[in-house]
Structure formats: C-alpha cells, structure tokens
C-alpha cells in the first residue's frame, strides 16, 4: 500500500514539475532581435508595394513577423524571422480587380466623407503605427488595414509589459477611433 502512495506522489511531483516547466518556456517569449521599423525596410526592398498587415508572433521562444505586401495585383504573405529577417515562407495570390460602385449601388446608405477621403488620400502604415505608439507606446505587435461598416481603418494591437492595447485609427484622417487596454 505504502509502495502505491508512493508511485501515486511521485507522479503527481513529476507531472506537477513538467507543467511548471512548460508554463515557464511559454511564459518568457522571446523579443526579436530585429525592430518592425528594420523588417519593413527589408520587405519593401524586394516588395515594392503597400504593407497592409504587420504582425508579430511569438512560437516556442521565437519571434516570426508576419506581413502581407500588395504590389502591382498580388498580395504576397510572408513570414520573417525576428531576428536575421530571413524569410521563411512566402504565398502569393492574384487579386481581382476591384470594382468601384455608385451612389445608386449603395442601397440607400448615406456615406459621409471627410475631406481626405474625397481625395483618395489614405494614411500610410507607418503614419498609422506612429499614430498609434503616441498613444500607448509599446512594442507593435499587428497592424493591419481592414473595413469595418464601410469605413476603412487601421487595426493595431501593442504591448507593454502586463499591458496590451488594440487601437482603430481611420485609415483618412488618423483620427483614433477606439482604444482598448487591458492588463494580464
């Protein structure tokens, strides 16, 4: 009987010790060697183009950057390598050709624009990150352009120690939209 406890507390000690173990490996991700400043030069260098998703991730005590390029119709998805900017996958997909609807295609919504939108003149990603770590500063972790009730926008998620923010920012006038902090 004694021998069966015995087992039984090992196992429990041994088990308890391993998910401490995993709980730590994950606990302390690593920072990339390489800032999100750097790793868009090196995209831009061989994808002339607009960035309109920026990530970082972190796998297994690794930081991989994630970017979505479009250049002349296709998007390409590449991840990078956080530190040496190596690029370890790379996707393209042709685009379609976009269509431009009328007033009358918009079945009665009434869209307000502001003046830069009249003009086309959307903010770039870079203004969009600035923008946005002058209001929470941090480390960028995405940054994408996305749509959200027909309005165009930047999505932007930092973090800051225990802290983390998503921020929306207008993709025209760079006016923040919304943001959100939470602490872990």
Do not use: C, W
């Not at 920026?54 to 119709?73: H, M, P, Q, T």
């Not at 900017?85 to 009434?110: H, I, P």
């Amino acid at each position: 009987m004694k021998k069966k406890v015995g087992i039984v507390v090992a196992s429990l000690v041994g088990i308890g010790l391993l998910g401490f173990g995993v709980y730590q490996t994950d606990a302390a991700p690593a920072d990339p060697q390489l800032s999100s400043a750097e790793v868009r030069e090196l995209v831009l260098a061989q994808h002339s183009g607009e960035i309109t998703e920026f990530e970082l991730e972190k796998d297994f005590n690794k930081a991989v950057y994630e970017v979505e390029v479009i250049s002349d119709g296709i998007e390409y998805d590449l991840r990078l390598d956080g530190d040496s900017g190596e690029v370890l996958r790379t996707k393209e997909k042709e685009l379609a050709e976009q269509v431009e609807f009328t007033d009358d295609d918009s079945d009665g919504l009434d869209e307000v624009k502001n003046e830069n939108q009249a003009n086309g003149e959307k903010i770039n990603l870079q203004k969009a990150e600035e923008i946005a770590l002058n209001e929470f500063p941090g480390t960028v972790n995405q940054l994408e352009l996305d749509e959200d009730d027909d309005r165009l926008i930047y999505e932007v998620e930092i973090s800051n120690g225990k802290e983390e923010a998503e921020i929306e920012i207008d993709a025209f006038t760079g006016n923040i939209l919304e943001l959100d902090t939470d602490r872990d």
